[in-house]
C-alpha cells in the first residue's frame, strides 16, 4: 500500500485495521508525508523525532488537561478528578510541587534497596513458571513484577493487592482517543473503588507510621521542608505511582521479551553476554515503545518541521513513531542491543520525564536477564494475544514453553 493510502484520512479515534496490531507503516508513511498530520480541527499529531523531541523541550506547551478532559470524562467525574490531579497531567508550579515530594520519595537510596527484593522476586515467579502448566509470560511474570514493587513501596499488604492490576488498566484505558461508554464506566468505578481503598490505608498509616526511608506513603504523607499534599493529592497521586509502574514496566518486560524471542539471534546475543543488559533495555524501550503516544496544549505559535501550530491547538506526540524514524537512528526496524548512543524517546525529556523511568529500567534488567538465563530455550507456545490499545502498546497473553 503507498503512502497516501495509508495516511489519507488518518485518525487516531478510528484506525485503520491492524493499526494497533502494527502502527509502525502508517508512522512510516505519514513521517515521510504528513509529519505535522492533522487528526482533525486544531489537532495535530507529530511522527518526526525531532518534532517530537522540540514539543517535549518547548517552553510553549502545557501538560494541564483540564481542557481536554472536560469534554472526554465530564467535569467533576472521577477520571477527571484523577487525571487533573496527577503529577504527569499538571503544570508548575502544582507539577513542581508534585514532582519535588514524589521523586523525594523515589530517590536514588529508595531504588538501590529495592533491588535485592526484586531479585528474590523475579526468581521466585520464575520457579513458578516451571509449576505453570500453561506459563504466560504477561499473566504469570511480567504483570507481577510491578503490583508487587508498587505495593511493596507504598506497603499495601499482600492479601490487599488483589485489585490493583484491575484498577489500573481499568483507570489508563480510558485514556485511550475514543474511550466507548462501557471503557469509562470501569474508569470511573476503578477511581472511586482505588480512593476508597486508599483512604483505609492513609488512615492506618497515619496511625502507625512506616519507616520513612523504606515506606514511600509515609513519605508522602510527611511531604517535605516546603509542604505537604492535601488529601486529593496524595490519594491520586499513590494511583498515579501504581498505574504509571504498572503500564510502563508491564509492557516494557512484555515486549522486551517477544522482540527478543523473535530476534532469535538478539536474544542468544543477551544470553552469551549478560553485561549487554543496560543498552539491551534501551534498546527495547526504543523499538517498541510502551508509552506510544502522549498529547500537549500548544500555549504559543511553535514551529514544527512543516507547519507553525498556533497556539490553542493540540499535539499528540507520536513516541512509538519518533523511535523508529531514519534521521535519528540507523536501520530504525533492526532490533540491534548494542545499539549506542540511543536517544529514545520512552521516558519523554525535560521537566516531565518519567518520574519512574529509573525503577522501570531496574525492573526491566532484572527481569529479562533473569529470564533469559534461566530458560535459554523458551519460546512460544501459542500466538501471542497483542493489547489492541493504541496509546499504550504491550501484550494481553504470551503464552510460552519453558524449553
Not at 493487592?161 to 471503557?183: F, N
Amino acid at each position: 500500500m503507498d503512502d497516501m493510502a495509508l495516511t489519507t484520512g488518518f485518525s487516531l479515534q478510528t484506525p485503520p485495521p491492524g493499526f494497533a496490531a502494527d502502527p509502525y507503516p502508517v508512522y512510516d508513511a505519514l513521517r515521510r508525508t504528513s509529519p505535522v498530520h492533522a487528526l482533525g480541527p486544531h489537532s495535530w499529531l507529530l511522527t518526526r523525532y525531532s518534532d517530537v523531541l522540540a514539543a517535549y523541550r518547548s517552553p510553549h506547551v502545557s501538560s494541564d488537561k483540564q481542557r481536554e478532559f472536560g469534554p472526554k470524562f465530564g467535569l467533576g467525574t472521577p477520571l477527571f478528578e484523577h487525571h487533573t490531579t496527577s503529577q504527569v497531567f499538571s503544570d508548575p508550579p502544582l507539577h513542581t510541587r508534585l514532582r519535588r515530594i514524589l521523586m523525594g520519595a523515589m530517590n536514588q537510596r529508595a531504588i538501590q534497596r529495592m533491588e535485592a527484593g526484586l531479585h528474590t522476586l523475579v526468581d521466585g515467579l520464575l520457579d513458578g513458571l516451571a509449576d505453570k502448566t500453561a506459563p504466560d509470560l504477561i499473566e504469570h511474570f511480567a504483570a507481577q513484577i510491578p503490583v508487587e514493587v508498587i505495593g511493596n513501596l507504598l506497603a499495601v499488604p499482600h492479601a490487599e493487592r488483589g485489585p490493583l492490576r484491575g484498577w489500573s488498566l481499568a483507570i489508563l484505558s480510558a485514556l485511550e482517543p475514543a474511550p466507548g461508554a462501557e471503557v469509562l464506566a470501569r474508569g470511573h468505578a476503578a477511581v472511586t473503588e482505588f480512593m476508597a481503598y486508599l483512604r483505609g490505608l492513609v488512615a492506618e498509616r497515619q496511625a502507625h507510621p512506616g519507616d520513612p526511608e523504606s515506606d514511600v506513603l509515609t513519605r508522602l504523607l510527611r511531604g517535605d521542608a516546603e509542604g505537604r499534599l492535601n488529601e486529593a493529592e496524595l490519594l491520586h497521586n499513590c494511583i498515579f505511582l501504581l498505574n504509571a509502574g504498572h503500564e510502563t514496566t508491564t509492557n516494557l518486560i512484555g515486549n522486551g521479551l517477544h522482540a527478543l524471542m523473535t530476534h532469535r539471534q538478539a536474544f542468544e546475543q543477551l544470553h552469551a553476554e549478560p553485561g549487554l543488559i543496560h543498552s539491551a533495555v534501551e534498546e527495547l524501550l526504543r523499538f517498541e515503545s510502551p508509552l506510544q503516544l502522549n498529547n500537549r496544549l500548544v500555549t504559543a505559535p511553535i514551529e514544527f518541521s512543516t507547519r507553525v501550530v498556533p497556539a490553542g491547538d493540540f499535539i499528540t506526540l507520536g513516541i512509538g513513531a519518533a523511535n523508529r524514524d531514519p534521521a535519528e537512528f540507523h536501520a530504525p526496524e533492526q532490533l540491534d542491543i548494542t545499539r549506542k548512543p540511543n536517544g529514545h524517546l520512552a521516558f519523554g525529556q525535560g521537566v516531565h520525564a518519567c518520574s519512574g523511568m529509573n525503577v522501570a529500567r531496574l525492573e526491566g534488567r532484572i527481569a529479562i536477564q533473569k529470564l533469559i538465563q534461566r530458560y535459554p530455550h523458551i519460546d512460544f507456545s501459542g500466538p501471542p494475544v497483542r493489547d489492541l490499545r493504541v496509546r499504550f502498546r504491550g501484550f494481553k497473553h504470551l503464552p510460552v514453553r519453558l524449553g
